[in-house]
């Protein structure tokens, strides 16, 4: 009932930025929390940042102070902000949102996910 389709990954240098989309689509009431997470290659996923829907941010230490996630409710859409990017950032960035259908379940949705790949 409800997807998640997430943008803007790519080969980005070190040091570069790149700010990545998460849209949600489908028979939603309301979107809870939305967050961003991440798989490099060998390892566990791991939370990257997540947003209430009343903009409550948290962060993963090794992107704090880079990364920035936000919410535009209006457009059922989480953005990642990527900035100081680092090799070690190299994963793939998949999305995840807990949302309210018309239907009155709740849901919790994940996206294909996007490659980010940090050169040095």
């Known amino acids: 009932q409800v997807q998640l389709v997430e943008s803007g990954g790519g080969l980005v240098q070190a040091g570069g930025s790149l700010r990545l989309s998460c849209l949600a689509s489908?028979?939603?009431?309301?979107?809870?929390?939305m967050g961003w997470y991440r798989q490099a290659a060998g390892k566990q996923r791991e939370l990257v940042a997540t947003?209430?829907?009343?903009?409550?941010?948290k962060y993963a230490d090794s992107v704090k102070g880079r990364f920035t996630i936000s919410r535009d409710n209006a457009k059922n859409t989480v953005y990642l902000q990527m900035n100081s990017l680092k090799p070690e950032d190299t994963a793939v960035y998949s999305c995840?949102?807990?949302?309210?259908?018309?239907?009155?379940?709740?849901?919790?949705?994940w996206g294909q996910g996007t490659q980010v790949t940090v050169s040095s």
């Open positions: 995840n949102a807990e949302a309210l259908t018309t239907s009155w379940h709740t849901v919790d949705c």
């Open positions: 947003i209430t829907s009343g903009g409550t941010t």
């Open positions: 489908g028979s939603i009431f309301r979107i809870n929390g």
